[in-house]
Nanobody, 124 residues
Framework: HVQLVESGGGSVQAEGSLRLSCAAS???????MAWFRQAPGKEREGVAA????????YYADSVKGRFTISQDNAKNTLYLQMNSLKPEDTAMYYC???????????????????WGQGTQVTVS
């Protein structure tokens, strides 16, 4: 059984920073790990993705240059470093995983099998 547990959310002022973590448990072979977010009244959208063990990284245009996705394979943990935060970054952030590579369709959420419970990020 695979579990994803996010942490690190909170409230921060604009231009501040936060680092989200996603701890993964359970057996995994090569997989695509991603961060999604959903703001009130909006659809969930892909934020960033990467393949375990290293490889291409993918970002939504709205976060390029401000967010960085990374991983610690020894700890089975995915991170999202968020800098220069804006009020429009306010959302519930979710960690998700699917088998195989990410690819150009990395933000297609229906392909993701495993989801965390989410962590709230509020930027004021």
């Amino acid at each position: 059984h695979v579990q994803l547990v996010e942490s690190g959310g909170g409230s921060v002022q604009a231009e501040g920073s936060l680092r989200l973590s996603c701890a993964a448990s359970g057996y995994f072979s090569k997989r695509c790990m991603a961060w999604f977010r959903q703001a009130p009244g909006k659809e969930r959208e892909g934020v960033a993705a990467t393949v375990t063990g290293g490889g291409n990284t993918y970002y939504a245009d709205s976060v390029k240059g401000r967010f960085t996705i990374s991983q610690d394979n020894a700890k089975n943990t995915l991170y999202l470093q968020m800098n220069s935060l804006k009020p429009e970054d306010t959302a519930m952030y979710y960690c998700a995983a699917k088998w195989g590579l990410c690819g150009i369709w990395w933000s297609r959420q229906s392909a993701y099998i495993y989801w965390g419970q989410g962590t709230q990020v509020t930027v004021s």
